[in-house]
């Protein structure tokens, strides 16, 4: 059974379009991410929803707008892409502490190409 | 502001044991993760340090130092399996946050 899974897994559209990349974990957890990892393998925070409720925003463009349709489900969707949207999106799950981080699971990834 | 520093690349031989270092400097530091990330695939948890000391868990140990802001991950009897990126990861008390190193790139040779 694939804990967290998103798709697709591999993405490629012209430089203006909008897609979305879905995401769903059945681990049962409360807290979700999305990620960024680009060509240089640094991986990145881009949102956190605890329970439907954005928690963290890392200043990232509001072309990117993600939906949490309910604790398991965690979307990304992206308006006028650009070039430098190219990354590998990296969802992840976790139960959320008041204290500290607990472990965080991930997702297999959607490699992004933008032309 | 948070920086992590780890290596970029390493190289060690099957069978030997090698140690991957990280060190940070964040604020509200809560623990350190250490994942795993073979070529094209997602990360995996390796261990959780939130106590000074030593973790083992099988060929894999971690150690963490609060006070010098110093981890390392310590991977014995090298396979060639292990040929992964190996991410350093601090974690902060404000909103489940994990704040990743760029990653080091372990090639593992016979």
């Known amino acids: 059974d694939t804990a967290v899974s998103q798709t697709p897994k591999y993405l490629v559209t012209q430089m203006g379009n909008d897609k979305s990349i879905k995401c769903e974990q059945n681990l049962g957890h409360d807290t979700m991410y999305w990620y960024k990892q680009d060509s240089k393998k640094f991986l990145k925070i881009m949102f956190s929803y605890n329970n439907k409720e954005l928690i963290i925003n890392e200043t990232v463009p509001n072309r990117f707008s993600p939906k949490s349709p309910d604790k398991a489900h965690l979307n990304l969707h992206i308006n006028s892409l650009e070039l430098g949207d190219s990354a590998v999106y990296f969802c992840?799950?976790?139960?959320?502490?008041?204290?500290?981080?607990?472990?965080?699971?991930f997702g297999p990834g959607t490699r992004l190409t933008v032309l | 502001g948070q920086n992590i520093d780890q290596p970029t690349e390493m190289t060690a031989t099957e069978g030997a044991i090698v140690q991957i270092n990280c060190t940070y400097q964040t604020s509200g530091f809560n623990g350190l993760f250490w994942y795993q990330q073979h070529a094209g695939e997602a990360p995996t948890f390796l261990s959780y340090?939130?106590?000074?000391g030593l973790e083992e868990k099988g060929r894999f140990s971690s150690f963490l130092s609060r006070s010098k802001g110093y981890s390392y991950l310590l991977l014995k009897e090298l396979q060639m399996k292990d040929s992964a990126s190996y991410l350093c990861a601090a974690s902060n008390n404000a909103g489940n946050m994990l704040t990743f190193g760029g990653g080091t790139r372990l090639m593992v040779k016979p």
């Open positions: 340090n939130v106590l000074d």
């Open positions: 992840a799950s976790s139960q959320y502490r008041s204290h500290g981080t607990d472990t965080q699971y």
